[in-house]
Nanobody, 120 residues
Framework: VQLQASGGGLVQAGGSLRLSCVASGNILGINTMGWFRQAPGKQRELVARITAGGTTNYADAVKGRFTISRDNAKNMVYLQMSSLKPEDTAVYYC???????????????WGQGTQVTVSS
C-alpha cells in the first residue's frame, strides 16, 4: 500500500497550487483522507480532511483559501490551494485514518511529503 503525494512547488504569494494524493495497492476502502503540513521547527498540523461521504473540515488558517476534494473511485484526494501566503510554506503530507486492502488494514497511514514554498 502506498500514498503518493504530488503537486508541490515554489509559488509567489497570492498564487495557487493543487496537491494530489493517490492510494494504491489493492485498496478495498478508505475512510477519511486528509492533508497535514509541517513547517520547519513546528509540529505537524491538520490542514483539511474529508470523509468518504464528502464531509469536510479545515484548519482556521486555510478556511476560504483551500479546498479539499476526493475521488473515491480513483482513491485520490486533492487540495486546491489559493491565495497562498508565505506562512503556508511547509511539507504537506497526505493521510488516511483507516484503510482496508486485500492484505488487511492500516490505521493512520501516511504518505511521503511534498514541499510547498511560498515566496513573498
Amino acid at each position: 500500500v502506498q500514498l503518493q503525494a504530488s503537486g508541490g512547488g515554489l509559488v509567489q504569494a497570492g498564487g495557487s497550487l493543487r496537491l494530489s494524493c493517490v492510494a494504491s495497492g489493492n485498496i478495498l476502502g478508505i475512510n477519511t483522507m486528509g492533508w497535514f503540513r509541517q513547517a520547519p521547527g513546528k509540529q505537524r498540523e491538520l490542514v483539511a480532511r474529508i470523509t468518504a461521504g464528502g464531509t469536510t473540515n479545515y484548519a482556521d488558517a486555510v478556511k476560504g483559501r483551500f479546498t479539499i476534494s476526493r475521488d473515491n473511485a480513483k482513491n485520490m484526494v486533492y487540495l486546491q490551494m489559493s491565495s497562498l501566503k508565505p506562512e503556508d510554506t511547509a511539507v504537506y503530507y497526505c493521510n488516511v485514518d483507516k484503510l482496508v486492502y486485500l492484505g488487511g488494514r492500516y490505521n493512520d497511514y501516511w504518505g511521503q511529503g511534498t514541499q510547498v514554498t511560498v515566496s513573498s
